[in-house]
């Protein structure tokens, strides 16, 4: 039966996946990522905090929503509130992501979601983030559905997904006939401020033949519904208890969409 570990009940070094499979854990994703041993995973799919209270506008900043009056994210998430200073932030991502093509193997690929937007009258395009790493294609998601509360803005609707892979890696036979513009709706049933459509992380994962897939900022736990649903092994990482509670009642299957 699926259940919540916390990071301290691991070993400084895993020597295999065993304790950690088909469970969600509750802790910081660096230092569980750092206990699990190199080359474990097949797949990486994730979409981390995107540092969105941290705006040189009228973003999110003042708590008040900013632009997005109605945004769920205004008071960031449960146990971290998505303000950190810019350089801090990309350099916690990228360390991030330097474990996870360390976790990978060797025909792995990493899915990592991110947003582009205009800070200070500049694309913040996350390049600071992802340079020199083996990006090889990025994904345009279109998110089709959404409200706009402001009307200085045209409704964004668009997100990115950079796949980054090692030399080895390849998509199931046909899955290229998604091409690289996804029109997939957004979540709109879930109580997690910031959750993946299940359908986004179901064509990832079944574009794949990954048996074990990693979510190091899991939230509510979509990717292991997806990894369930495709009948693959799953490991789910995240910092809050709110949202591992979240993930394990859905992973249990008691949840608020019988997903
Ligand atoms: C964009 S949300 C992911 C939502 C998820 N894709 C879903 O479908 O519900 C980012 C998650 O990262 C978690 N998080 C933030 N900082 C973290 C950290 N240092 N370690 C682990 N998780 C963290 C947040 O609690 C949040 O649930």
Redesign the pocket.
Known sequence: MPKILLADSLNKKEKNLEKVKNNVVL??????MKRLPSRSFDLIV?????NLKNSTGNGMKDGRGGKWESAALQNG????S?DMPYDEYCK?QRKCLRQMLRLIKDDGAVFY?HKWRVQGGLLQDRQEIVKNLPVRQIIIWRRKGGINFNSGYFLPTFEVIYMLTKSHFKLEKGANKYGDVWDIMQ?MN?P?????PLEL?ERIISSTNAQTIL?????????AIAAMNNNRNFVC????PV?CE??LKRINGDNWNGR
Do not use: C, K, R
């Not at 979510?215 to 990717?223: I, L």
């Open positions: 802790g910081d994703s660096l230092d569980v994730t979409s981390p905090p995107y998430y449960q146990q971290h998505d916690w979601n979540e879930n997690h401020p910031a959750p993946f992380i979510d190091p900022f899991a939230g509510s736990g979509t990717t990482i995240d910092n809050s949202y979240m993930a």
